[in-house]
């Protein structure tokens, strides 16, 4: 294991916090209340033009699907800035990062 893993591997807060910090469910939240709404009105606005109702856990599954995926980009970007900061950290100490 290289420097630079075991800095970030030492380092690295739990996913928890990371899919829970620095408002990352509010910007998914109004992600999936702007996604969600578009793509409902795509996939079942025929149903709705129709005065019918589509099944609810599609309906669900609509908004649930924006949330997670904004939650996941946030939890793999802020990933992705730990590990550019541990090579940052160990080319300034004079190890080298590969």
């Not at 939650?71 to 080298?96: E, H, P």
Request: hydrophobic letters at 45%; proline letters at 5%; charged letters at 15%.
């Amino acid at each position: 294991m290289n420097r630079e893993t075991s800095f970030a591997a030492v380092h690295r807060p739990p996913t928890t916090a990371l899919m829970f910090a620095d408002g990352t469910p509010r910007k998914a939240l109004l992600t999936a209340v702007i996604v969600g709404t578009l793509l409902t009105a795509i996939n079942h606005g025929d149903y709705f033009l129709a005065g019918e109702m589509p099944a609810v856990w599609k309906i669900v599954l609509t908004y649930c699907v924006p949330y997670f995926v904004t939650t996941w980009g946030a939890v793999t970007g802020k990933l992705a800035q730990l590990k550019r900061q541990a090579r940052l950290a160990a080319s300034n100490a004079g190890v080298s990062s590969t």
